[in-house]
């Protein structure tokens, strides 16, 4: 091996060798925070039931925070996240998304 292969091989591997180690975005640093689902079970039931004294309480307690979308066995799985990651991304929020395995 010439000399300046050598010298080559040595700047590459000092320089990888200091380096820092690559650091991944931070998907919460990316977005002012996690999507509130305004259409979620609890904030259509608060919604829809005003007189009730429980809903101000469901309301605060459970309907304005974020809460994970469950999905599943869905023939049109790909339309539905997109429009609800849609939705989120529309308020600069970060969707919760959880999946459930297809029952065989």
Known sequence: MSWTARLALSATALLLATAPPALAANPIDLT???YVNPN???A???RNNPG???AARIQSAIANRPIG???G???NIGATVA???GAADSHDKLPVLVALPSAR
Request: aromatic letters at 24%; hydrophobic letters at 50%.
């Open 69 to 71: 979308r469950w999905f």
């Open 32 to 34: 002012s925070g996690f």
């Open 73 to 75: 066995a869905d023939a």
């Open 83 to 85: 429009s609800y990651v």
């Open 44 to 46: 259509v039931w608060a």
């Open 52 to 54: 009730d004294a429980r």
């Open 40 to 42: 979620s079970a609890p």
